[in-house]
Each structure stands twice: as C-alpha cells, then as structure tokens.
C-alpha cells in the first residue's frame, strides 16, 4: 500500500470510531432523557390525581391504575417523539461538519 491509501483507511478508521462514540453519548443521553421526561409526566399525573381526589392521598391501587392508564398513550405523544431528536441533531451536525471540512 501506498502513503495515500493508508491515509484513507486511516481518515475512514477515524471516522468510524467517530461514529460509533457518538452514537454511544447520543444513546446515553437518550435512555436518561426518556426516563427524565417519563417521570415528569407520571409527576404530573400524581399531583393531578391529588388535585381530583383530596380525600384518597398517598399511594393507591386506584391512583396507580390511573397513571398506568394515562401512560399507554405516552410513547406515542409529541414530547415522547422529540427525544428521538438527541439521535438525529448531533448527527446531521457532524455529517455538516465533516463534508464541509473534507470535501468544500
């Protein structure tokens, strides 16, 4: 091989590495933002349960089918969805990045 092919297996090597770190923070960050913004909405949903049934407070049967209720359609809401932007963002920027640095 030649100076020149070694440097591209190397620049692709790189690039990869790259990849596969990034893709490894984005999935850190997305499992800890899903469980984030779970909880927030099963908070949500407690201190609205609180705030329907004063006389039944703390932990119930009732209360936690409730929450298990209200929480089916959550995966599928808007704000569940936008998480799924900690993968695509970071993604296309490094993508922008590296044309424009490589190959403009």
């Keep these: 091989m030649d100076g020149a092919t070694q440097g591209k297996d190397r620049g692709k ?5 790259l990849w596969l770190f990034v893709l490894a923070v ?3 960050f997305y499992v800890l933002l899903r469980v984030y913004v779970r909880s927030q909405q099963v908070e949500r949903l407690e201190h609205r349960w609180d705030a329907r049934h004063p006389d ?3 932990d119930s049967a009732a209360r936690r089918a409730f929450i298990a209720k ?3 359609g959550f995966e599928k809401s808007l704000r569940a969805r936008l998480s799924l932007l900690v993968f695509v963002l970071p993604t296309l920027a490094i993508l922008v990045i ?7």
């Design 70 to 72: 209200a929480m089916t």
């Design 26 to 28: 984005q999935l850190l």
């Design 98 to 104: 590296v044309y424009l640095v490589n190959w403009h």
């Design 13 to 17: 090597v790189a690039l990869i590495r």
């Design 56 to 58: 039944r407070p703390g």
